[in-house]
């Protein structure tokens, strides 16, 4: 599928956002201005407190920016919320330990009033999606790390919604095991054609999962560089030692030193 | 079953302490006795005996040792005999008798059920009040440390009259002390447990547009679980406290009577059994929410 670049599903102009905290203003976004369309894979990569992960929270309507415009699937972001636009994926995997990993994944589909039936149906076909067919009876404790994000991303799926927004998802799990995790990702969005925002520290993971990659600089959180990835849609993992990967990773070392160097 | 050796050790210990105890806390009175018997003390002069030291009259009459555990009115029963008292006292005698402890017990117990029935669900009333408004929060807690800073001793008798003036009384009255104790860890205990759940857990709900109600039912009461059980087994106890507290003023019967009846009239062994028939009583009923804490978070996953 071609991506669709007439309309975008978000579209942020301008967006600016100010916490008020004890130790005064904190300007957490300035001036950001964004297209995704369907279908990107966009991700978002940074320092600490360059404000992409309150980006994607504004996108979610966890955070109201102050100032400028956002739309989500041409609503507010409060109103695609309401509308459950989309699915959100944290850093931790944070099932509850009470329920089992069938009946976390059902959570959603509860709160949404799906019916008993349907509930069951999604549950078995999410599960496949991310390979953990015949652990839906299990407890979160019962499986490792890695399964207990993928077991989330399932619950983030569950209920079908177009956007996927991930915050840092594999960032606390091991290197060998987020390659694989990365490569079930890419493999998940070719198969669902989901809109996914990424936050992301890594640049390699960057690199090898998205088609946009925005590099944001922190004081004020802001987008240093965009870049579109001109690698194919489909990407062995082997595609990370190729010219044209190493020449985008350059290209976004550059642009997260760029965006230090005005701090220093 | 290797924790049963530390145990018996402790018991064992506690045991032995207790009847090294019971001699020189009833020499003078053994004394007194013996010499009215016939037999020589010394000193002869009970003036002389009045003004020496325990340990010291115990070291000069030895002989008397094996007496002192044996005495009518001890100040310090021994434990065989509170142990003896216990075993007559509940199987011995008639369940309806108003000598057997079964039939105080009973009396206890129904008023500390009925209170910790009624202190936990307030318990858990005010918590999910607390939580959730945030007037309730400024406005309930502080009364209720407030409430559990007066001595529920002076209290006790003034709830009692008020109850009985508007024609309560019996069960009710004791049930309502050992509410106003039981209610308090539950209270706290609720509180922290429905805030348990972090940030991230309450921003995932709100990713899902759930409402109030969703969120209470579907991660804040599971999730405050752990802790609604370690207060109740708090609560329990100090709804027991309650309960013998609130029968001390009226005459109904119950541990907490048996108790006084006893301090009235010296019988020190009376008292000693119905404190060890309380704690007991007390005992069981943590075990049994133990019981039920552990198949309770076992089927949910949390233990």
Known sequence: ?264 | MRAVIPVLTVIAAIVALWYVAVVPMNIKETLTQLERGGAEVTPPSAQDRRDMGHIALVAKNSFAASATLSQDRPRLPAPHQVASELWDSTVDKKVTSKRNLVYHGWITLSATLLGFAIGTGLGILLAVGIVHSRVMDKSVMPWAIVSQTIPIIALAPMIVVVLYSVGLQGLFPKAVISAYLSFFPVVVGMVKGLRSPDQMQLDLLKTYNANTNQGFWKLRLPASMPYLFASLKIAVAAAMVGAIVGELPVQGGGLGNRMLTGSYYGQTIQIWSALFAAAILAATLVAAISLIQRGTLKRMGLS
């Open chain 1, 1 to 264: 599928m071609a991506p669709d670049t007439s309309n975008p599903v978000i579209k942020a102009e301008a967006l600016d956002l100010t916490f008020q905290t004890n130790d005064g203003p904190v300007h957490a976004l300035k001036d950001v201005s964004l297209d995704i369309h369907k279908g990107d894979f966009v991700s978002f990569i940074g320092p600490s407190g360059c404000g992409k992960t309150t980006f994607l929270r504004c996108i979610a309507g966890l955070e109201h920016p102050t100032g400028g415009s956002l739309s989500v699937n041409g609503m507010t972001p409060e109103a695609a919320r309401q509308a459950r636009a989309y699915g959100y994926v944290f850093q931790a995997a944070g099932l509850y330990p009470w329920r089992t990993i069938a009946r976390n994944i059902s959570l959603p589909l509860e709160i949404m009033g799906y019916s008993k039936a349907d509930q069951k149906q999604r549950v078995e076909s999410v599960l496949d999606l991310v390979e953990l067919s015949g652990f839906g009876s299990k407890f979160p404790w019962q499986l490792s790390g890695g399964m207990q994000q993928r077991a989330s991303i399932a619950r983030a799926l569950s209920f079908d919604a177009d956007i996927l927004l991930m915050d840092e998802p594999f960032g606390a799990l091991d290197e060998i095991v987020r390659d694989h995790l990365n490569e079930q990702l890419l493999a998940l969005w070719a198969r669902t054609e989901k809109t996914i925002g990424f936050v992301t520290h890594s640049i390699p993971e960057a690199v090898y999962l998205s088609t946009k990659i925005v590099v944001m600089s922190p004081r004020p959180g802001r987008i240093a560089d965009v870049i579109e990835s001109s690698l194919p849609r489909q990407r062995p993992l082997d595609i990370r030692d190729s010219k044209e990967f190493i020449d985008i990773a350059h290209r976004v070392r550059e642009g997260l030193r760029a965006g230090h160097a005005d701090d220093a």
